[in-house]
């Protein structure tokens, strides 16, 4: 499968995942913190918003900053000229193993992020229907 190909569906499954995220949230919210706070129950597009308004916040300090992408940037090129000529083709390769491990890699995490979600689910429930 083409490397495009594969970052399409990624990109969708993820999109899927962020999905059952709020669900998740929302439900866990309506059982516990809204009885706890005293707040009403919040529908799904309601905590939608919130997850987004909370994403923006926190992502606002892990942007891309200019100054670091410089820093990162010239280090990779002094190490690009410590590599000795004969080893550049061994290291060539090791990187292009690396970055074909990347897929597996990036799809082991979202699904390990949705199987996180269900067990929260899933002892949010049982804790719900017993308390």
Avoid at 21 to 37: D, G, S
Avoid at 64 to 80: G, S
Avoid at 81 to 99: D, F, I, N, T, Y
């Amino acid at each position: 499968m083409s490397d495009w190909k594969k970052a399409i569906l990624l990109w969708g499954v993820s999109f899927l995942v962020g999905f059952y995220c709020v669900f998740v949230i929302q439900q866990l919210w309506n059982w516990f913190a809204a009885p706890l706070l005293h707040f009403g129950e919040v529908s799904y597009l309601q905590m939608y918003g919130l997850n987004m308004l909370f994403g923006i916040v926190a992502a606002r300090d892990a942007g891309e900053n200019p100054v670091d992408n410089t820093r990162w940037n010239k280090a990779l090129m002094m190490l690009d000229a410590c590599v000795p000529s004969g080893s550049r083709e061994m290291v060539v390769e090791q990187l292009k193993e690396e970055s074909d491990g990347l897929w597996m890699n990036l799809g082991t995490w979202v699904f390990s992020l949705a199987f996180g979600y269900s067990v929260s689910l899933g002892l949010g429930f049982l804790i719900h229907t017993l308390a």
